[in-house]
Nanobody, 126 residues
């Protein structure tokens, strides 16, 4: 079983920064061969891919809309995944979800992820 708990969301002005954290816990398995992803969902919109990172090798993937502004990272000792968000825009407003899946393919496809956190709200004011 895998548990993912997000934190760090909040209200920020446009141009500001936030760092989201995802505390990861697993029983009976490890994250060694997993990919960890961040997705977001705005009201009335579908859940969309933001970024992903392979747990072991730290290979990163980003949506075009966040490249150069967001950075995903993971701390293998603390079992935590981070999403550093800079130069935030009002269109970044959404609930942000942490997710995990086995394997390294289809990293931008939400339905490929097996476990999800409860989400954390990010609101960017103009």
């Amino acid at each position: 079983q895998v548990q993912l708990v997000e934190s760090g969301g909040g209200l920020v002005q446009a141009g500001g920064s936030l760092r989201l954290s995802c505390a990861c816990a697993a029983s009976g398995r490890t994250f060694t061969y997993d990919t960890m992803g961040w997705f977001r969902q705005a009201p009335g919109k579908e859940r969309e891919f933001v970024a992903a990172i392979t747990w072991n090798g730290g290979i990163t993937y980003y949506a075009d809309s966040v490249k150069g502004r967001f950075t995903i990272s993971r701390d293998k000792v603390k079992n935590t995944v981070y999403l550093q968000m800079n130069s935030l825009k009002p269109e970044d407003t959404a609930v942000y979800y942490c997710a995990s899946k086995s394997g390294y393919n289809w990293n931008d496809v939400a339905t490929r992820y097996d476990y999800w956190g409860q989400g954390t709200q990010v609101t960017v004011s103009s």
